[in-house]
């Protein structure tokens, strides 16, 4: 494995700017009111709107809309009072009117900002400028079959008429890490305000991305021509792709100098098996899209009230939460970092656990370690999780008590999970029982009578010596508690000399 | 006096009385449409059983004592942009001569549930894009009163259907004058309401901002009833305007005192025909002898109304008629004989090893595209998608598109500033009556000319009626227009009414009919 040179020795900067195309998690299209269901059987979910009949008109949903703000609002955007629809216009099967309704010179919102950072520090937090987010409807699907002699193309219009919310950044990042990590927080932003479940693979969440080189040169930057990067279906191929694509246009660089405005645009596909991009045909190069005001519809206007009432509403922001991790649950920021990314689901069941149990280091633990890598063994979301936090917080208490030691605790939180039962009930039923201390100090006391090579070396200042008889004990009796055994031999030890 | 000759008025009220019948009513005008409509092809399309049935249903009805529609067993004609639910809405377009729409139109909704007998689907200019319906690829409509001469148009069937008794009333659509000059052209009555008035979903869209669906008659008094139907809020419209309905029907009678009537000096100048021009001077001293005030009036921008319409409207249509692309719906090329000729002309290329030649050659989806639109649409379409296209185009938007809606706001802020003078501005409908046909065939430019006086109402969104006012001397009608602020259609309609109590012009008849 090549490793990357230091950002610094580089000969170049990488600029990278993002297109986020966002399915918005409305019940009903953006302009009819047919399904956004996904996976219904083809041409199924359709109306005369949304297949673009003759005399059909579009009607905004009012709800597709206030997700927009409410996202735009998440991203620290400005909301101007007014916007208006466009048509875009451009010939495909799978665009039955000939144009997208989407938003030209006054998007609905513009000038916002997420801030990204690296818990592993490879590269300086910073601020990635968010140039605008417009809503617009999404268009059907091409099925093409490629079968030799039959090519034939279908297409389905159940996704024509979605709403896809486009975010367009600046090209503020300048590693292919960066752009990563970008997606991961913009995702966890959308997640948390609810308005996107993000699937790439049902195609709610698509990236395009804008790459070129700074060269340097002496005291200067040489810009090279723009690169746009399509066709990356997960967040990891985003990242794969440029990295290979700023490789790929330093060498061409070195091949034929050629700077920005030399070279028309370009646009790539990113070929995920042999993990290369490769020149597209675009569908519309240097095309006029001949936007203009959609007449069918009016303009829409944003009261102050209408956006302090979503600003009200607006779901908790990552990166705020993460600072109140730190802050209110005294986490390290490595710690907030993991609970934060999970998702507002896990965060909340680990505040309940953290109050519940009065101890958010523990609470912190039990959730990363435990809860954590069981949901990832069953595969499961923490809403489907069958430990509660009340429940899990009874344990971890009768654990801080010394009922139970670590290692016991993990034993009855498993079965806890897979017999649905309290923590007493799967205590009962692992025979873990109170063991009194009488019982063990006559335990401890035969097991001193049987090892006086071990009494002798505790008494020489060989502390550790101790464990074995730990080990005895357990393997005689496996509710003792090992921190107890363990005083208390000590203590007999003491008392003998 | 036969019932094809009672007013939509006369009909309804000798129905309630239960003299006549919705059976009967509907016979009759049935028998002047098999009578007349092979000279007049004023209708695309007729429905005589469904008519019929329908007839029935509200004669039962009636006969049962149960409530009905306030057209009830009357028969209206549709403008055949207006979209059936099961029934061909072709916009006299090869491109939609076969498509059946799976939903009717709001106002069709509308007219079912005020139990009208639609009749038939009437002829227009292909999208309703002309002035004479000639434009038409599926029937020549001829004007009932001379047919030599053209309906006018767009909406030239719903006017000539009307003119010769087969209908007592139809239903148009006006996007710079499509029913009021065809009004004017056929001697009847019709209405352009403010945009947002009626609903426009259903409407096959010619150009969105402008289109407006209204009704035709041969009384003001008739239109009123049928814009009582046809008007209100729709939610399927965003465009629709969420204001109350009057009752037109109701304050029709009431007189307007003290109207002030605005008369544009422009509207008389130079180029009007002096026979048009005269008969308008004479329905304007009709006003001032009914105790009106007569005023000059300016619209400085009025002169650019022809220019802005026509980047304007070409614009929105090139724009609406891109889903006629063969894909869907509609009509389609003949795509095996497509295919071959592709097949074979790549085959010729690799023959000849010209491979540059082969890259750049269209693919068969675009060589469907072009050849289905080419194949489905006329000339006139052609003409004003291509005009349309160029003012969208990068480099030409502000100089066209953006410049027309400046033009269209100062022309909105001309009628304002005169509707603080005046009740109703008056001028002349058309430059002249009813052309020859063929006449302007192959100068659209002067067919533009046709709409001079009545694109400013589109432009405005302003209501407007046409109401015939006299005749040439050759016995063409001529048609005064009316014109009146935002809303203000009951205000047009006493106006008219007004007008037809003391004159009879409306109720001449063509000699055919």
């Known amino acids: 494995m090549k490793q990357p040179p230091e950002p610094d020795h580089l000969p170049y900067k990488i600029v990278i700017g993002l297109e986020v195309h966002v399915q918005l998690a409305t019940r009903t299209k953006l302009f009819c009111r047919c399904n956004t269901q996904f996976g219904a059987p083809p041409n199924t979910q359709t109306c005369p709107v949304c297949i673009g009949l003759p005399g059909a008109l579009p009607v905004m949903n009012d709800e597709a809309f206030r997700l927009s703000l409410q996202t735009a609002l998440a991203l620290n955007c400005q909301i101007p009072p007014s916007t208006k629809w466009d048509r875009k216009q451009y010939y495909y099967p799978d665009l039955p009117k000939g144009y997208q309704i989407s938003q030209y010179d006054l998007p609905l919102s513009h000038d916002g900002f997420l801030e990204i950072h690296d818990s592993q520090q490879r590269f300086e937090s910073k601020r990635v400028r968010i140039r605008r987010a417009h809503l617009e409807e999404d268009a059907g699907k091409s099925i093409h079959d490629e079968r030799s002699g039959t090519a034939d193309s279908r297409i389905d219009l159940n996704r024509t008429g979605t709403p896809l919310l486009e975010i367009v950044s600046e090209p503020d990042m300048s590693s292919a890490l960066e752009a990563r990590t970008f997606l991961d927080e913009l995702k966890l932003v959308l997640v948390y305000q609810g308005v996107s479940d993000c699937n790439m693979q049902e195609g709610s969440l698509r990236v395009d991305a804008n790459i070129n080189l700074h060269i340097r040169d002496r005291e200067t930057w040489i810009p090279t021509p723009i690169v746009e990067v399509k066709n990356m279906n997960s967040f990891r191929a985003v990242e794969r792709a440029l990295e290979f694509e700023a490789d790929r246009q330093f060498d061409v660089w070195q091949e034929t100098g050629q700077r920005l405005g030399d070279a028309p645009k370009q646009t790539r596909g990113w070929d995920d098996q042999a993990e290369v991009t490769r020149p597209q045909r675009g569908k519309e190069e240097s095309s006029d899209y001949r936007y203009f005001p959609d007449p069918d519809l009016v303009p829409v206007n944003v009261s102050p009230q209408q956006l302090d009432q979503i600003r009200r509403q607006l779901g908790p922001i990552p990166a705020v939460l993460r600072e109140q991790l730190q802050t209110q649950w005294g986490l390290g920021a490595y710690d907030a970092d993991v609970l934060v990314n999970q998702g507002p689901r896990l965060v909340q069941y680990f505040t309940q656990l953290a109050e519940a149990c009065g101890d958010a280091k523990e609470a912190s633990n039990w959730v990363q370690q435990d809860v954590m890598r069981r949901l990832k063994e069953q ?20 654990k801080q008590a010394g009922q139970l030691d670590r290692s016991r605790a993990r034993e009855v939180f498993q079965h806890m999970c897979d017999h649905l039962q309290s ?41 550790q010596a101790i464990g074995s008889l730990v080990g005895q004990a357990k393997k005689q009796n ?4 090992p921190a107890q055994v363990k005083e208390i031999c000590l203590q007999l030890i003491a008392e003998m000399s | 006096m036969s019932l094809i000759d009672l007013t939509a008025t006369e009909l309804q009220s000798q129905l309630a ?11 009759a005008f049935w028998a002047q449409i098999e009578r007349l409509n092979e000279q007049v092809g004023a209708f695309l399309a007729t429905r005589r059983d469904m008519a019929l049935e329908a007839a029935e249903r509200i004669d039962l009805q009636r006969a049962k004592g149960a409530a009905v529609g306030p057209l009830a067993g009357i028969p209206v004609a549709l403008k055949d942009l207006i979209c059936t639910q099961g029934e061909r809405t072709t916009c006299a377009s090869r491109m939609l001569a076969s498509f059946v729409p799976p939903y009717d139109a709001t106002v069709v909704e509308r007219l079912r549930s005020a139990d009208a007998i639609l009749i038939g689907k009437t002829n227009l200019d292909e999208f309703a894009m002309g002035g004479s319906t000639e434009s038409s690829a599926l029937g020549v409509t001829r004007n009932p009163w001379d047919l030599e001469c053209v309906p006018g148009g767009s909406s030239g069937g719903a006017a000539a259907c009307l003119a010769a008794r087969m209908v007592p009333l139809s239903v148009g659509t006006d996007t710079g004058g499509s029913i009021r000059q065809p009004a004017a052209f056929c001697g009847v009555t019709g209405l352009k309401p403010t945009y947002g008035r009626v609903s426009r979903y259903g409407l096959i869209a010619f150009a969105s901002s402008l289109d407006q669906i209204g009704p035709m008659a041969r009384s003001a008094e008739d239109v009123a009833l049928l814009l009582e139907v046809l008007a209100g809020h729709d939610a399927r419209d965003s465009t629709s305007a969420a204001v109350p309905v009057p009752r037109y029907t109701e304050c029709l009678r009431q007189p307007l005192s003290g109207l002030r009537i605005g008369v544009p000096r422009a509207h008389f100048a130079d180029g009007l025909d002096p026979e048009v021009a005269a008969a308008v001077q004479e329905g304007l001293r009709v006003y001032r002898d009914q105790g009106a005030e007569i005023r000059e009036i300016e619209l400085p921008h009025g002169r650019y109304g022809i220019a802005a319409y026509y980047v304007i409207a070409p614009s929105e249509a090139s724009s609406n008629l891109a889903r006629y692309d063969g894909v869907h719906y509609g009509y389609r090329t003949d795509e095996a004989a497509l295919l071959a000729e592709w097949r074979e002309e790549s085959r010729r290329l690799m023959d ?5 030649a082969l890259q750049q050659s269209d693919n068969p989806l675009v060589r469907m595209y072009r050849r289905t639109r080419a194949e489905g649409f006329g000339p006139e379409v052609k003409r004003r998608i291509m005009l349309g296209t160029y003012a969208l185009s990068a480099g030409y938007y502000d100089a066209y598109y953006l410049k027309a809606q400046k033009v269209r706001r100062l022309i909105r802020q001309d009628y304002d500033r005169a509707f603080e003078q005046v009740d109703l501005i008056l001028g002349p409908v058309t430059p002249g009556p009813a052309f020859r046909a063929g006449e302007k065939a192959s100068d659209p430019l002067s067919m533009y000319l046709v709409d001079l006086f009545t694109v400013g109402a589109n432009l405005a969104g302003i209501p407007a009626i046409s109401v015939p006012c006299g005749f040439t001397s050759r016995g063409l009608p001529v048609g005064l227009h009316l014109q009146a602020p935002p809303l203000e259609e009951s205000r047009l309609l006493r106006a008219a009414y007004m007008y037809q109590q003391t004159t009879d012009w409306h109720t001449r008849k063509p000699s055919l009919a």
């Open chain 1, 478 to 481: 496996p509710n003792v508690n």
């Open chain 1, 423 to 463: 923590p007493q009930q799967a205590m009962t039923a692992l025979g873990i029982q109170q063991v009194d201390t009488a019982e063990l100090s006559a335990l401890c006391r035969s097991l001193l009578d049987k090892n006086p090579a071990i009494v002798a070396d505790v008494k020489a200042g060989k502390q």
């Open chain 1, 379 to 398: 595969q499961t979301e923490i809403d489907a999780f069958p430990v509660s936090a009340a429940t899990l917080a009874e344990l971890i208490r009768m």
């Open chain 2, 352 to 356: 000849a090893g010209d491979t540059s």
């Open chain 2, 17 to 27: 009385l239960g003299h006549i019948t919705a059976v009967e009513v509907t016979g």
